[in-house]
């Protein structure tokens, strides 16, 4: 019972660090992340928990869209790039047939 006790003071100790590194990386103003404050000690665990797993993926959100936006970046280019290369092996396929008509004085 002592040890499930400690495990679960434990367990509190990790989720409130935790929320407090999230509220405080969340970009809120100041004078928000003191209201949530105020207003945790009337939440249920089960609100607590769901405000964590929103700021969580508020987090995740914020220091993921720059890899978006990356990544978005780097597809465009490819896409760019495939597009110059399909329109100038459709030119030079162009090119070569007027050549092989002209050679064949069609």
């Keep these: 019972m002592i040890n499930n006790q400690s495990d679960n003071l434990q367990e509190m100790e990790v989720q409130i660090k935790k929320l407090i590194i999230l509220l405080l990386e969340s970009g809120f103003p100041k004078d928000i992340q003191d209201s949530w404050i105020k207003v ?3 939440m249920s665990l089960k609100q ?11 987090y995740l959100n914020k220091i993921t869209s ?3 936006k990356k990544y978005k970046e780097k597809i465009e280019k490819i896409l ?3 597009k110059e290369k399909k329109e100038k092996t459709e030119r030079d396929f162009n090119d070569t047939l ?5 050679n064949l004085n069609i």
Excluded: G, M, Y
């Design 48 to 58: 607590i928990d769901k405000f964590i797993n929103v700021l969580e993926a508020r």
């Design 40 to 42: 945790l000690p009337q």
């Design 80 to 82: 760019l790039e495939f």
């Design 98 to 102: 007027k050549n092989f008509s002209t």
């Design 66 to 68: 720059n890899i978006d």
